[in-house]
């Protein structure tokens, strides 16, 4: 059977992909972010995934407002990347686990998770910036993958603990997947930030720290709050956090920190990096 080899929850700040492209890892702005990620690349090259499992949320590429799905899974054989309108350098198709992809799909049906299907795909920043991050300088990202959609954008939302119960089903379809590959689950976005309205920049730090301390010692202890609640505490992006829930759960039990990393801000946002290993 396949196995989990642990998570990666991480921010997905379109700005990111402009930092790449034009070399600033050093500029004394993006230096503390990206000096982040050289310990959890290091533990990637120690526990050599073969597939990641990423769970994101889509910007208005494949899904608008006027139709929303709560959970979608990728199915296709590759997933284009296509820019949005923030004019980052558009990357090679990802390959897709089709397999993986599949298994996943009807197992979470069976556990009454009403799924869409999607079987063309264009993935967007929130998808390829993580990736990029993980594996730099690649010419083609070195693992399969399987897009994982939730909405953290069209009221209503998913429960925080309909999210951690998501993410416990990948997990168990993915441990139940007839093969020996070696699977990471990344989550991307967040962490705490509003990118509009009154409480324009809007960051917060204390629940930040929190929720990333709890995420590996009591991940329970978010889905005490509602989603309205954690658009209060977090900004209405700031949400995004369900995308770290989903993917903590999918680790099952108890989890050990790799590495993490906590900045602010980039491009006003509350910018998040947590490896988790599986016990």
């Given at each position: 059977m396949a196995r989990i080899v642990g998570g990666i929850n991480v921010t997905h700040v379109p700005y990111i992909g402009r930092a790449i492209?034009?070399?600033l890892q050093q500029d004394a702005y993006w230096k503390p972010f990206f000096d982040g990620f050289p310990p959890v690349r290091d533990w990637l090259a120690k526990v050599k995934p073969d597939v990641a499992v990423v769970v994101y949320n889509d910007h208005g590429l494949n899904f608008f407002l006027d139709k929303m799905p709560t959970f979608a899974v990728g199915a296709a054989p590759q997933y284009q990347n296509a820019d949005e309108g923030w004019g980052i350098p558009t990357l090679p198709p990802y390959t897709g686990d089709q397999d993986l992809s599949w298994h996943m799909i009807e197992s979470l049906i069976?556990?009454?998770?009403?799924?869409?299907?999607?079987?063309?795909m264009l993935v967007d920043h929130a998808f390829t910036l993580p990736l990029e991050l993980l594996w730099p300088n690649q010419k083609q990202c070195p693992v399969r993958t399987v897009p994982v959609?939730?909405?953290?954008?069209?009221?209503?939302?998913?429960?925080?603990?309909?999210?951690?119960?998501?993410?416990?089903?990948?997990?168990k379809a993915i441990e139940s997947w007839d093969s020996d590959a070696r699977v990471v689950v990344i989550g991307t976005g967040g962490l705490s930030h509003q990118l509009d309205g009154q409480r324009a920049g809007f960051i917060n730090k204390e629940f930040d720290l929190m929720f990333m301390d709890k995420l590996v010692t009591d991940p329970l202890w978010v889905t005490r709050y509602s989603v309205p609640d954690l658009v209060e505490l977090t900004g209405t992006q700031g949400v995004e956090l369900l995308n770290w829930l989903t993917t903590r759960g999918a680790l099952g039990g108890e989890v050990t920190k790799v590495h993490a990393n906590y900045h602010i801000p980039i491009s006003?946002?509350?910018?998040?990096?947590l490896a988790m290993e599986v016990v």
């Open positions: 492209a034009n070399n069976e556990d009454e998770f009403d799924i869409t299907t999607c079987q063309e959609c939730v909405n953290t954008v069209q009221f209503p939302l998913p429960t925080a603990a309909r999210c951690f119960n998501f993410g416990r089903a990948i997990g006003n946002t509350a910018s998040g990096l």
